[in-house]
């Protein structure tokens, strides 16, 4: 069972930056597709960013220009670059693992993001 655990969620001013991480407990981690999802107040979780293991990245239209998924293979980390933030960025932000070989997902507990004016 893989286990991932986020940090650095907190109350960020809008228009600041801020960043999120993510290790996991995966061997394969290198070879694992990861990612950011978020659930906003009374909404759905949605994807933020992804990255495979060749460094493909993707990013939902809301996000894009202003996060930065990024991953280190060797400390098994995904982090969250989140800039110009806004107030609908406002949400608990899950990380997420994906190994095609098994088509199985992992998900962390979550860390709360909260942007204010």
């Known amino acids: 069972q893989v286990q991932l655990v986020e940090s650095g969620g907190g109350l960020v001013q809008a228009g600041g930056s801020h960043r999120l991480s993510c290790v996991a407990s995966?061997?394969?981690?290198?070879?694992?597709?990861v990612g950011w999802y978020r659930q906003a107040p009374g909404g759905q979780r949605e994807l933020v960013a992804t990255?495979?293991?060749?460094?493909?990245?993707s990013y939902a239209p809301a996000v894009k220009g202003r996060f930065i998924i990024s991953r280190d293979n060797e400390k098994n980390t995904v982090g969250l670059q989140m800039n110009d933030l806004r107030i609908e960025d406002t949400a608990v932000y899950y990380c997420?693992?994906?190994?095609?070989?098994?088509?199985?997902?992992?998900w962390g507990q979550g860390t709360r993001v909260t942007v204010s004016s």
């Open positions: 997420y693992l994906y190994q095609r070989w098994s088509d199985d997902s992992f």
């Open positions: 995966e061997s394969k981690f290198d070879i694992s597709t």
């Open positions: 990255q495979t293991a060749g460094d493909i990245r």
